[in-house]
């Protein structure tokens, strides 16, 4: 009965990720279990286990005697998130360079080409997704579980805010140019230069995000 709970719980902390992740339950919005629980065909124990796994990975607060809301990133979190990030995802670019095989160089490789072949056709969400798989291939490659884990639960907050730095100006031909840095470090078999470049891109991509947010509330307040 209990792998039944725990699996059950799994598949809807799962299915309400998904709802946050798209918008449907939005930043500051209120978790109506009542409802949730209708919505879900569910009893109020799955769905209490999936709120407190929700709430240990950030995406969720609970507030005593009210109940739990969506997780709201503020540009002090961003700024505090992305240095860590840059930190640990350097050290799986420097881990992917001395762990990672011809073989797994070649497919990565192939990731890049597809990389590059959307940004020259500006498939923003082409590339979006290109990005994601090279992230997560580096990452795999660096082959440590403990780095792995605490970048994927800094990634799900920095999902949670929704942010689309590729519409700086400028950015998609930047993010691509730092791209093509780290795996020409990588084929080098250049550790520290792999992990340079990594943070470099982490570092730049946060500052477009500054830059992107500044102009938009600069555009609301004219």
Not at 78 to 103: M, N, W
Not at 171 to 182: G, K, P
Not at 192 to 219: F, I, K, N, P, Y
């Amino acid at each position: 009965m209990r792998l039944v709970l725990n699996s059950l719980h799994d598949e809807v902390a799962a299915k309400l990720r998904e709802r946050i992740f798209a918008g449907e339950l939005a930043p500051g919005s209120f978790i109506d279990e009542p409802a949730l629980c209708t919505s879900l065909s569910i009893s109020r124990t799955p769905l209490r286990e999936a709120l407190k796994v929700l709430t240990a990975e950030g995406l969720l607060r609970h507030e005593p005697r009210r109940g739990c809301f969506v997780s709201q990133i503020t540009e002090r979190d961003l700024d505090e998130i992305f240095p860590v990030l840059a930190l640990l995802e350097g050290r799986c670019a420097f881990e992917a360079a001395t762990h990672a095989s011809d073989a797994e160089l070649i497919a990565l490789e192939q990731l890049h080409d597809r990389l590059n072949r959307s940004a020259k056709a500006r498939r923003i969400t082409d590339y979006y997704e290109a990005n994601f798989a090279i992230h997560e291939a580096i990452i795999t490659l660096a082959n440590n579980r403990w780095l792995a884990q605490v970048i994927g639960d800094l990634r799900k907050l920095v999902k949670l805010a929704r942010l689309q730095q590729l519409h700086a100006p400028g950015r998609l031909e930047q993010s691509l140019s730092e791209h093509m840095a780290v795996f020409a470090a990588l084929k080098a078999r250049d550790a520290e230069g792999a992990e340079a470049a990594m943070r470099t891109h982490l570092t730049r991509q946060r500052v477009a995000l500054r830059e992107l947010a500044r102009s938009q509330t600069s555009r609301l307040s004219a």
